[in-house]
């Protein structure tokens, strides 16, 4: 009878310790909930009939700077979002070669934990007072455009914990390797 041997720790290739699946999955998580705001927004802009009223067109100075200040807001919430993944990736460990200067070298740990680490408590804040703030604001909107809206912004508060766990596991992980 032979004794199956235990499954080997997850792999992705390229970086310098086993990254297990519960971080690659949060760090792609974090992508996922800010994803729908960012795309509201943008519908926005582009004229998606989203049930606001003229009154919300304005404040969001629709027609005018909003369809500047909108897609840059999206932009500005994505940007970090997606450095995310470099926390469970071979580029949050190195240098991409197209970088002069500092091609192909180790990236300090310190250098992606420290602003990981402070966005984590920002971005919870953030979520929590737009989920907050949206979720009481007397809008003029329709229902339908209120629950389309709040499924858009709702999964916003899980960016920071999110962020935390996949920034704790990077710190750990990069620590006990160098």
């Known amino acids: 009878m032979t004794v199956a041997a235990a499954p080997a720790a997850p792999v992705t ?39 606001l009223g003229d009154t919300e067109y304005e ?6 700077w909003g369809y500047l200040a909108l897609p840059l807001l999206s932009l ?6 997606a450095l995310t ?12 070669r197209w970088l002069p200067v500092l091609r192909g070298r180790p990236v300090p740990v310190l250098a992606a934990v420290v602003p990981a680490g402070l966005g984590a408590p920002a971005c919870t804040v953030y979520g929590a007072l737009f989920v907050w703030t949206t979720l009481h604001a007397q809008m003029d909107i329709t229902r339908r455009g209120l629950w389309l809206m709040n499924a858009c912004y709702l999964p916003l508060p899980a960016w920071g914990p999110l962020l935390a766990a996949v920034t704790t596991h990077y710190w750990r992980r990069r620590r006990s390797r160098a």
């Open 13 to 51: 290739p390229g970086t310098a310790a086993p990254v297990p699946g519960w971080a690659r999955r949060a760090a792609a998580a974090v992508v996922w909930v800010n994803l729908p705001s960012g795309l509201w927004r943008l519908a926005v802009v582009l004229g998606v009939p989203l049930g």
């Open 59 to 64: 404040a969001m100075l629709l027609p005018g």
């Open 76 to 81: 500005a919430q994505e940007a970090p979002t």
């Open 85 to 96: 993944l470099g926390l469970v990736r071979p580029w949050g460990e190195r240098w991409p």
